[in-house]
């Protein structure tokens, strides 16, 4: 049976700027989507899961975010978390999301951060939202207001 006569493969060039485009679309599959981001591709994501039938298997490698993101999508359409294959690659930083103002910040590499929506001081925690696909930040100075400890990179 040759699977690649059944593949979607949907592809995001890394934000370190590799591009394995080329390579990837000359492995013949069925489908291929070369995207420039992750948002550009979203769409192909929920139309390939929408068309999806029985059988259907979902390998995802990338960042925390790609895998993270593409999860809650699979997840919304009745996909089970336990039947998606997934492995990271790339970089560590996540995805936050600010319990204040429940704005998401991108890409954060550093503890604390600053939330890139309300501006404040947030603690990065390791509880992470499958639904919401993100990390939560909870403000850091919220009892002594100004008391916000050195940013460290922690997610490089």
């Known amino acids: 049976m040759d699977l690649k006569t059944d593949t979607h493969l949907i592809y995001v060039k890394a934000a370190n ?3 394995m485009g080329e390579e990837l679309a000359g492995l013949g599959v069925a489908r291929f989507y070369h995207g420039p ?3 550009a591709a979203m769409s192909r994501v929920r ?3 929408g068309d999806a039938h029985m059988g259907l298997q979902i390998y995802l490698a990338g960042t925390e975010t790609l895998i ?3 999860q809650s999508e699979a997840m919304k359409v009745g996909f ?3 039947g998606i294959h997934s492995e990271h ?3 560590l930083a996540r995805r936050v999301q600010c319990v204040h103002c429940k ?3 991108e890409n954060v590499t550093t503890d604390p951060m600053v939330c890139s929506h309300c501006g404040l001081h947030l603690f990065v925690r390791d509880h992470y939202s499958r639904r919401l696909a993100a990390f939560q930040g909870v403000n850091i100075d919220a009892e002594d207001p100004g008391l916000v400890p050195e940013m460290v990179e922690k997610f490089p």
């Open 17 to 19: 700027g590799t591009d």
């Open 37 to 39: 981001s992750l948002s």
């Open 47 to 49: 139309k390939a899961l």
């Open 68 to 70: 993270g993101v593409t």
């Open 80 to 82: 089970p978390y336990n």
């Open 89 to 91: 690659r790339g970089s």
């Open 103 to 105: 704005g998401i910040t």
